[in-house]
């Protein structure tokens, strides 16, 4: 669809939201990114897939990528609280290793793939380098990230710790990782932001989810524009 088309069509839709949603939604549309996004390995417990939704959405990382292997990805809605509407999920099931199909699409993207855990050769979140798009990957609660997915990792990225407890569990991980990395991108010189036509798509795709039967108005719309161009 073309840049024009789809902001006549944003605008038609945004026509049934309130003005308040409407700011809302350009005001945050701004602080979205792709430079950074998230990758999730068999995660399967609903409560920790629900809070890194309800984290990425809350530093404003648009894509997650959900690698099902083994389990599939369930989103507890009392823990999201909405937040998966406001998110690209792209899943990745239909291979014999989605891991390794994952991981050769994001590299094709440009991104610098970062396993987020204890290894011998990792790093520090503020010595983490930002100056590749990066994706951080997140393994399961019980195993961590597959061998797979360490093998072709780029780098290794580790919490700090001085307790007794060996780790976080994957929420607790993904928060303190992203705010920490979020933060630093925001005030670096690195292009992290959308381009206009991102920010199209992805507005458009939030009008959709909070507007009643979207898809009869858009029907509408069309129907409207072919009887003007008649």
């Known amino acids: 669809m073309e840049h024009s088309i ?3 069509l944003l605008n038609f ?3 049934f939201i309130s003005e308040n949603k409407r700011g809302l939604f350009k005001k945050t549309i ?3 990114t792709r430079y950074i996004t998230v990758v999730l390995e068999d995660i399967f417990q609903p409560h920790n897939a629900s809070a890194v939704l309800r984290t990425c959405d809350c530093f404003g990382v648009q ?3 959900i690698i099902e292997n083994r389990n599939l990805y369930e989103v507890n809605p009392d823990v999201a609280l ?3 509407k406001w998110l690209t999920l792209k899943k ?3 291979g014999k290793n989605n891991t390794l199909d994952t991981i050769g699409k994001l590299k094709s993207e440009g991104y610098t793939i970062v396993a987020t855990t204890p290894h ?3 790093t520090t979140l503020d010595q983490l380098d930002l100056s590749k798009k990066t994706a951080l990957l997140f393994g399961t609660e019980l195993n961590g990230l597959s061998d797979i997915a360490l093998e072709n990792a780029d780098e290794f990225v580790k919490i700090p710790m001085y307790g007794f407890t060996e ?4 929420s607790v991980s993904a928060a303190i990782i992203l705010h920490q990395l979020t933060e630093k991108l925001r005030g670096s010189e690195y292009s992290w932001q959308l381009t206009e036509e991102e920010k199209l798509d992805i507005r458009l795709d939030w009008v959709r989810n909070v507007v009643k039967k979207s898809d009869l108005a858009e029907e509408e719309f069309f129907a409207r524009k072919r009887n003007r161009n008649k």
């Not at 780790?167 to 994957?170: G, Y």
């Open 6 to 8: 789809k902001s006549e």
């Open 13 to 15: 839709l945004e026509s």
């Open 30 to 32: 701004e602080y979205r």
């Open 63 to 65: 894509d997650v990528h």
């Open 82 to 84: 909405g937040s998966a």
């Open 92 to 94: 990745y099931n239909e």
């Open 120 to 122: 011998e050769n990792d």
């Open 167 to 170: 780790s976080f569990n994957i």
